[in-house]
């Protein structure tokens, strides 16, 4: 069975520009967290999409969005790129988080951003 | 509101020896608690998991965890290193919601780089 897959995996993007990031799920699975991952801050929650919906979100400014589609691919988009935001970004699928956790988290390989 | 605290940002053994890394975690709710492997340029593989059933956990590539409670603790734990085994870990911690649920946000500690001496 196929993992998560992020494109593209690396990335480069000059300030003020904005980029969109995909993550496929693994099949059947309805939530797509993203996480943003750097040297300084570590991996922080950016934001979780069930069923096309943001269900919940990470302290980023609004320059940071998402949307989830119908077969639950995900994307997200940074606009008015900074500096501050070339990191790692992270996405992680899984079949269901609520009630029981009886789920897991399943981690894709991540995209490279640079901002120059 | 979760938080987790890892001890030690660099963690050095030989080979062989046991390895043990360290995580104290903050929650106001029963947690649910995590340990990923993180290598070069790779995204988290998940080691293992406690969701209140047992509180010693195995995982994989032979390393395991014990939920303490008393002391919020849950360190990991590995009889005999292997070169392999170098890595960065994380621990994490995901409780539920007023409303029962969690949403899917995890709360990483910063990482402990493992290193692993012929």
């Known amino acids: 069975k196929a993992g998560v897959t992020q494109t593209p995996r690396y990335l480069i993007k000059t300030r003020g520009q904005q980029v969109t990031l995909s993550c496929s799920p693994i099949s059947g699975h309805r939530s797509v967290s993203w996480y943003q991952q750097t040297p300084g801050q570590g991996l922080q929650f950016l934001f979780e999409y069930f069923s096309e919906t943001q269900r919940n979100k990470g302290n980023f400014p609004g320059r940071f969005s998402g949307r989830q589609f119908s077969n639950s691919r995900s994307e997200m988009n940074v606009s008015t790129l900074e500096l501050g935001d070339s990191a790692l970004y992270l996405c992680?699928?899984?079949?269901?988080?609520?009630?029981?956790?009886?789920?897991?988290?399943?981690f894709g390989q991540g995209t490279r951003l640079t901002v120059v | 509101a979760q938080s987790v605290t890892q001890l030690g940002s660099h963690v050095s053994v030989s080979e062989g020896a046991l390895v043990l890394l360290r995580c104290n975690y903050s929650s106001s709710v029963p947690p649910y608690l995590f340990w990923y492997v993180q290598y070069p340029n790779q995204g988290l593989q998940l080691l293992l998991k406690?969701?209140?059933?047992?509180?010693l956990v195995k995982g994989i590539n032979g390393f395991e965890a014990e939920f303490k409670k008393s002391e919020t603790s849950f360190h990991l734990t590995k009889p005999s290193a292997h070169m392999s085994d170098a890595a960065e870990y994380f621990c994490a911690v995901s409780g539920l919601n007023a409303g029962g649920t969690s949403y899917g946000k995890l709360t990483f500690g910063q990482g402990t780089i493992l290193t692993v001496h012929p």
């Open positions: 992680a699928s899984s079949l269901e988080w609520a009630a029981l956790m009886n789920t897991e988290a399943f």
């Open positions: 406690y969701t209140s059933a047992a509180t």
